[in-house]
């Protein structure tokens, strides 16, 4: 991989973590708040069966969406800065343009002198004869 994509890949993920440390914050406050006035009455579940097969497909989905949202993410921002590189090449090209539009009508203005100072040698020569 690019240096580019994995930098990308880099912000991405630092972003997701930023994000999910916000996110795990204010649930953290919520709970501490809605926690500190409940009473609560436990009863004992002897079932120790646990599905572990669901927990496990939970977590490789929750992994999976993950990867998929750091994987598009990262694909964004490849496309904007290859937008932003087309970008700058449009700019290019259209200062060139405008500076062969400048040389033409230098080079017509040119010319149209050149024209005229043969029209005038012309002129001339045919008086002199």
């Known amino acids: 991989m690019a240096k580019t994509e994995l930098e ?12 999910l440390r916000t996110l795990y914050a204010a649930e953290l406050s919520q709970v501490h708040d809605s926690v500190t006035n409940t009473s609560v009455v ?13 927990i496990i497909q939970d977590v490789k989905a929750q992994l999976e969406l993950c990867a998929q ?8 921002k490849e496309l904007q800065k290859t937008a932003e590189g087309h970008g700058d090449s449009i700019k290019n090209s259209k200062a060139e343009i405008a500076e062969l539009n400048r040389r033409i009508q230098r080079l017509k203005a040119e010319i149209e002198n050149l024209k005229k100072q043969v029209g005038r040698s012309c002129a001339s020569s045919d008086l002199g004869l």
């Open 8 to 19: 990308a890949k880099v912000d991405a993920v630092t972003s997701e973590i930023n994000f």
């Open 42 to 54: 436990l009863t004992m579940d002897n079932n120790r069966d646990l599905n572990l097969e669901g």
């Open 69 to 76: 949202r750091s994987k598009m993410e990262a694909e964004y």
